[in-house]
């Protein structure tokens, strides 16, 4: 019996210890930052070539819309590139807008061919940034409507 109340006594001591609880924690916490590089546009596309100076090729029509971009990655570039080429007699170009500290390439003939629009981005995150569309048809352009997919990619330089 006296071994037994002497064991209970060794059992309750180190109970006791076991469960105090200190006045302080402390725990490690690891934030991964993953690259990111997100692009996306606003605004529909509708154009339409109805007029042109007798002796003269058909007037260009253009459009607007607005892209915005984000990205904490170095050296980054938008490119572009349709779904399907213009028909016979119709062309379509994009120009963007740069966003701070960025290039833009200018007014671009889009293909399925990926061309870039936008380069030397690095770290931003802006909005309502220029997107202007133009076509351009000849006479050789059958009277039809058009449709395109435009994709826009956000790549290294």
Known sequence: MKNLLTLALIAFAFTTTATAQSNKASQQVTINVAEIAVISVQG???MTIAAA?????PD???ASATYAV???GKDKKISAKLDVDMSKGLTLFATMGAPSKARSEGKVE???KSVDLVSK???VNENGLGLTYEAVATVDAEPD???RTV????TNN
């Open 151 to 154: 994709t826009y990619t956000i």
């Open 110 to 112: 889009l293909s399925t």
């Open 60 to 62: 260009a029509a253009t």
């Open 44 to 46: 529909t596309i509708n």
């Open 121 to 123: 981005i690095k770290n």
């Open 145 to 147: 409507t058009y449709v």
């Open 70 to 72: 984000t990205s904490n």
């Open 53 to 57: 100076t007798a002796g003269q090729a």
